[in-house]
Structure formats: structure tokens, C-alpha cells
């Protein structure tokens, strides 16, 4: 699907030039409405990044287009793997207790949000089980070919090893906002708190109580500080990931909703810290402008 870069109703890099052409690396943004329109962009839309944890919103797609097929159920059991009463949803929404890395569990499920790449590789394993295949051909099979992310590379742990391009990306926004392979009714369940009010540690921005997810999604919620901008609403669900990624979807910015990707070729640090939030503040007028 390559209609991300039809017929842009404005393209205006100057503002997002001030932004990013100071910074000590390669990076790309773009955002677009919830049709596919490409609002305004900057950099090279098609280049292939490191995805890094973002990896985690094509991976845990996959597994709800499974759910939404019948294969298994958010209520199944997590595995021989994990303690009892663990369960799919649990791993979805980083409520399991993995720890972030490896087999060891630091909490009974449902007691604390546990932000794990663990977690997500579990789910992978308990996907591939239930659908009959391994999960790297799943993924490709049931999100990114249907799709038609034609840049994105799926091997490695489906928890931070995926690459993609910003264009791949802003096709899986439109996705979240207007979805196709999964029903309306368990896209609106993914992009509302599971577990909600539970506590804990966001990476790179500290202890956030409560810290909500959906099914796969990071939720914004009253989180402070946060990576998304002061104008991002409440509402506002994605992923940001350690190579400096980010995707956001926020269904109350403009009517309609609206989707940003950010890539660059430099890990997370400061600088990204820095701008991010002035970034989205400026996407989010760029579409109020237009609306």
C-alpha cells in the first residue's frame, strides 16, 4: 500500500526543518489523517530504519488478528511457560510480570505493569501454537502483506528486531484508525486500558502511576513526562522504541484522529527526549491548521 504519499494536501518541511536539521542525526517523520492523507513529512519516507521496540505493534497485531480469527483467546493461558493464571492478555498489556529480559517472573500476573520484550516474545511463541506456523511467517501472512508494508524486514525477536520505513509505518496508523483485519470492536478494546491503574516504570521516562496499555499499545493517559506532545490527547496510543522510533495514533487531536512515525538513525537519547514533544505539539497544529 504506497497511497501514504498520494496526493499530499500539504507538505510543509520548513517548520519540522527547524526541528530536526539541528540534530546530530538522519531522521524522518510523517502524518496523516485518518483516510491516508499525508499531512506534512520531512526526510526520506521510504528509508529503512531500526525499529526497535515499535517492532512490538506489528508483532502484537499479528496476535490480535489471531484473536480475531478464532485461533486463541485474550483468556487462554500464556504457556506451560508462565504461572498459572497468566494468560494472552496478560502479555499483551505487560501485566504477566516478566521481567524485560529472559524467563524470570518478578510478579504474579495482574499486579504490576512489568514493560518486558520477555513478554512479547512468549506471545509470539503462544501465537505460532495457535495458528500452526512459525510467528516470523504470521506476522508477514496476517499484518504486513495484507497490508502492504512493503519495506518492513520481520526476523529477530518480534519484540525489537523488526526494520521499517516511515511510510510502512504511517500504513499500520491508518490501520489502527480505521481497521481492516481485526473488528472495530477488538480495535476499540486494544486502544483502552487492560489492567488499568496499575503502576510502573516507563523506559526512559520513570515511574508513572497509573501506567496504562492497551493490547500491545502504550496508552498516553496522565502520564508525565511522556514522549508524545502537550496537544496529544489522553487518548493517544503507540509505541516508542530505543532505536529512536516512534508510531502514535491520537483519535481525538482533529476529527477523524491522526497518526505519526518518527525514525531516525541514532538510538534513543537526550536529543530525542528533547524534541519529541515540541515535534508532536507541531504535527498536531500542522492537521489543526487544515481541519
Not at 10 to 16: A, C, K, N, R, T
Not at 73 to 99: F, K, N, S
Not at 113 to 137: C, H, K, P, S, W
Not at 218 to 223: A, N, P
Given at each position: 500500500m504506497s497511497d501514504v504519499h498520494a496526493?499530499?494536501?500539504?507538505?510543509?518541511?520548513?517548520?519540522?526543518?527547524?526541528?530536526?536539521?539541528p540534530l546530530s542525526f538522519d531522521s524522518a517523520v510523517g502524518l496523516i489523517s485518518s483516510d491516508g492523507?499525508?499531512?506534512?513529512?520531512?526526510?526520506?519516507?521510504?528509508?529503512?530504519?531500526?525499529?526497535a521496540s515499535v517492532s512490538?505493534?506489528?508483532?502484537?497485531?499479528?496476535?490480535l488478528v489471531a484473536i480475531?480469527?478464532?485461533?486463541?483467546?485474550?483468556?487462554?493461558?500464556?504457556?506451560?511457560?508462565?504461572?498459572?493464571?497468566?494468560?494472552?492478555?496478560?502479555?499483551?498489556?505487560?501485566?504477566?510480570?516478566?521481567?524485560?529480559?529472559?524467563g524470570e517472573f518478578l510478579a504474579?500476573?495482574?499486579?504490576?505493569?512489568?514493560?518486558?520484550?520477555?513478554?512479547?516474545?512468549?506471545?509470539?511463541?503462544?501465537?505460532?501454537?495457535?495458528?500452526?506456523?512459525?510467528?516470523?511467517?504470521?506476522?508477514?501472512?496476517?499484518?504486513?502483506e495484507p497490508l502492504g508494508m512493503e519495506g518492513v524486514e520481520v526476523a529477530g525477536s518480534p519484540a525489537k528486531d523488526y526494520r521499517a520505513s516511515i511510510e510502512d509505518l504511517l500504513v499500520l496508523g491508518r490501520e489502527f484508525m480505521s481497521p481492516t483485519l481485526i473488528s472495530s470492536?477488538?480495535?476499540?478494546?486494544?486502544?483502552?486500558?487492560?489492567?488499568?491503574?496499575?503502576?510502573?516504570?516507563?523506559?526512559?521516562?520513570g515511574r508513572q502511576s497509573p501506567n496504562d496499555w492497551g493490547l500491545?499499545?502504550?496508552?498516553?493517559?496522565?502520564?508525565?513526562?511522556?514522549?508524545t506532545g502537550a496537544l496529544n490527547s489522553e487518548r493517544t496510543f503507540g509505541h516508542f522504541g530505543q532505536s529512536g522510533s516512534f508510531l502514535w495514533?491520537?483519535?481525538?487531536?482533529?476529527?477523524g484522529g491522526l497518526s505519526a512515525a518518527f525514525l531516525s538513525s541514532k538510538p534513543f537519547s537526550e536529543e530525542h527526549a528533547g524534541v519529541w514533544p515540541a515535534l508532536n505539539d507541531t504535527l498536531v497544529r500542522a492537521a489543526r491548521a487544515q481541519s
Open positions: 496526493n499530499p494536501a500539504h507538505v510543509d518541511p520548513e517548520s519540522l526543518e527547524s526541528l530536526l536539521s492523507r499525508l499531512i506534512t513529512a520531512y526526510g526520506d519516507l521510504d528509508r529503512v530504519f531500526p525499529l512490538k505493534l506489528i508483532a502484537t497485531y499479528a496476535a480475531d480469527r478464532g485461533a486463541l483467546a485474550l483468556d487462554d493461558a500464556a504457556g506451560d511457560e508462565t504461572p498459572q493464571g497468566c494468560t494472552v492478555e496478560h502479555l499483551l498489556a505487560h501485566a504477566a510480570g516478566y521481567a524485560f529480559e529472559g504474579a500476573p495482574g499486579k504490576r505493569r512489568m514493560y518486558t520484550n520477555a513478554g512479547i516474545e512468549q506471545l509470539g511463541r503462544v501465537v505460532a501454537r495457535a495458528v500452526g506456523t512459525d510467528f516470523e511467517r504470521w506476522v508477514c501472512e496476517s499484518v504486513t470492536e477488538l480495535a476499540e478494546s486494544a486502544h483502552r486500558p487492560h489492567f488499568p491503574d496499575l503502576s510502573g516504570v516507563l523506559p526512559g521516562y500491545g499499545v502504550e496508552i498516553k493517559g496522565k502520564k508525565n513526562p511522556h514522549w495514533v491520537d483519535p481525538e487531536a482533529v476529527p
